[in-house]
């Protein structure tokens, strides 16, 4: 059918509730999940490594599991705050047919003036974010090929419920797309 790929956020690992609410929510669709934790987590530092590096480390691993276990199949790429920023960032690169954000960081906590909307406005696949209603690092706007859903809470989105139900309900309405997409495309 199609795989999930997710990151993790720069403060936390794959672990986060809202990440295994997505997770939960992808496998009960029929998706195949893959979950990546960044190299400076696993070497166990705290503080993530740079832009590039991330985005580097993301595009290998999501290739091998394309050209490996997940073969053939459509990939879905997304992730936590940071996770979501290089999802977005290289979704070209690794040929994700939708994008799936939580807790995107718009901008710096009361900097809005640094946005980073230009990352999910260069967006031309599906993509969906998960946005607590009161994060302070901001709300992105609905978009062409986006659909923003605000769930109650913060940039942490500690209710795994309402995640699980946001990512259900919109890949019910994304995976027959895309399946049909990619079945014409061969």
């Not at 459509?74 to 996770?83: A, F, K, M, T």
């Not at 946005?131 to 769930?151: I, K, W």
């Not at 942490?156 to 895309?178: H, N």
């Amino acid at each position: 059918m199609a795989a999930l790929v997710l990151g993790h956020g720069a403060g936390g690992g794959i672990e986060a509730l809202d990440v295994v609410a997505a997770t939960e929510a992808a496998r009960s669709a029929g998706l195949s999940v893959a979950l990546m934790e960044q190299p400076y987590r696993v070497s166990g530092r705290r503080s993530p490594a740079p832009a590039g590096q991330l985005d580097e480390a993301w595009t290998a691993v999501v290739s091998q599991l394309r050209d490996g276990p997940l073969s053939g199949l459509p990939i879905l790429s997304g992730g936590r705050s940071l996770g979501a920023r290089v999802a977005c960032r290289t979704a070209a690169e690794t040929g994700s047919v939708a994008i799936v954000c939580l807790a995107f960081p718009l901008h710096p906590p009361g900097r809005p003036e640094m946005s980073r909307l230009p990352e999910l406005d260069a967006l031309t696949v599906p993509t969906l974010v998960v946005q607590g209603e009161s994060d302070p690092f901001g709300t992105p706007p609905d978009g062409p090929n986006r659909l923003v859903v605000r769930v109650p809470g913060t940039h942490s989105l500690k209710s795994g419920a309402t995640v699980a139900a946001a990512v259900s309900d919109w890949l019910a309405k994304v995976i027959p797309i895309l399946t049909r997409t990619t079945t014409e495309a061969h």
